[in-house]
Nanobody
Framework: QVQLVESGGELVQAGGSLRLSCAAS????????LGWFRQPPGKEREFVSA????????FYSDSVKGRFTISKSNSNNTVYLQLNNLKTEDTAVYYC?????????????????????WGRGTQVTVSS
């Protein structure tokens, strides 16, 4: 079992920045990839970014590339998502997820079903 707890979401103005944190506990050594997804109001959950726990390789959706940065700290089992130049369309509940599955093809980690563990989410609201 892996437990994930997100924090850092809040109300921010467009153009502003936030840093989200995801603290992982439990059998974290079983995870290959840690990811961030988001679910805007009335829409489906969508991939944002992911990072390989072992190699540090990172993946981003086209909508956030160049604005968001994912990073990790293995020492305290925490994954971060730095959100810069926020836009109103970034408003969503942001979820942290962990995958214990290994895929050679990176894009397999872009789908929620590749992740077996999820946090409860943290709300990010961007005002205009």
């Amino acid at each position: 079992q892996v437990q994930l707890v997100e924090s850092g979401g809040e109300l921010v103005q467009a153009g502003g920045s936030l840093r989200l944190s995801c603290a992982a506990s439990g059998r974290t050594f079983t995870t290959y990839v840690l990811g961030w997804f988001r679910q805007p109001p009335g829409k489906e959950r969508e991939f944002v970014s992911a990072i390989s726990r072992r190699s540090g390789s990172t993946f981003y959706s086209d909508s956030v590339k160049g604005r968001f940065t994912i990073s990790k700290s293995n020492s305290n089992n925490t994954v971060y998502l730095q959100l810069n130049n926020l836009k109103t369309e970034d408003t969503a509940v942001y979820y942290c997820a962990a995958s214990t599955l290994y895929y050679k093809i990176d894009s397999y980690y872009y789908t929620p079903r590749s992740y077996g563990y999820w946090g409860r989410g943290t709300q990010v609201t961007v005002s205009s």
